[in-house]
């Protein structure tokens, strides 16, 4: 069975500082592991990962993915308060079908 | 960028009556999509995979007779909530993946369909 473990769950920091958010996951024919950012609505895509190593940056985001160890981590430096949201993190894995399989997801409060 | 339209975002119904929303790819053919259900404060269940001309794969534990998808598009994907019940009540979010780019995983989400059952 497919599993997707975030943490920490929950997150208080203050405007400025730095956070890092994790992510492991055992998914049966892993392709890829996508990190999106869910605020009141539908998810955003944030990253897609494929290969281990490689740092993925956008802005203040950035995300790397560690095949050997079947986890990843989203950082997000400088943060400020229209960070808050939820983070989850779903690998993308080929078993019967292809399917997205989502973490519960990290909650991030950023205050001013 | 490519789109995926959502629609109703909001539907209120009587139990025991059925409710349709519909998942539009806007800009790209999407030969997969994904249906998932959110309860408050909890991530996002896949209920099923839907494919394009063929039968839907549901995840275990989602009635297939009670939650029926058809994907009889490259653009457009449905569910259809049967007689609903108000423990159905939920927010209901589709995916598509945009295969048609080289670039298979599913990047984009509707904006999801808050459905109450009264």
């Known amino acids: 069975e497919d599993k997707v473990v975030q943490s920490p769950l929950s997150l208080v920091v203050h405007e400025g500082d730095t956070v890092t958010l994790n992510c492991s996951y055992e998914?049966?024919?892993?392709?890829?592991l996508l990190w999106y950012k869910q605020e009141k609505k539908a998810p955003t895509f944030l990253f897609m990962l494929t290969s281990s190593g490689i740092e993925k940056k956008s802005g203040r985001l950035s995300s790397i993915l560690d095949k050997k160890e079947l986890s990843s981590i989203l950082n997000i430096t400088a943060t400020q308060t229209g960070d808050s949201a939820i983070y989850l993190c779903a690998p993308f894995g080929q078993g019967g079908s292809e399917k997205l399989v989502f973490g519960k997801g990290t909650k991030l409060t950023v205050n001013p | 960028g490519a789109v995926v339209s959502q629609h109703p975002s909001r539907v209120i119904c009587k139990s025991g009556t059925s409710v349709k929303i519909e998942c539009r790819s806007l800009?790209?053919?999407?030969?997969?999509m994904f249906w998932y259900r959110q309860f408050p404060k909890q991530s996002l269940m896949l209920m099923a995979t839907?494919?394009?001309?063929?039968?839907?794969?549901?995840e275990q534990g989602v009635e297939k007779d009670k939650f029926l998808i058809n994907h009889a598009s490259l653009t457009l994907s449905t569910l259809t909530v049967t007689s609903a019940h108000p423990e159905d009540s939920s927010f209901y979010i589709c995916?598509?993946?945009?295969?048609?780019?080289?670039?298979?995983?599913?990047?984009?989400f509707g904006n999801g369909t808050r459905l109450t059952v009264t």
């Open positions: 839907s494919n394009e001309g063929s039968k839907a794969t549901y």
């Open positions: 995916s598509a993946i945009e295969g048609g780019r080289g670039v298979w995983a599913p990047l984009h």
């Open positions: 800009d790209f053919q999407a030969t997969t």
């Open positions: 998914v049966t024919n892993f392709r890829s």
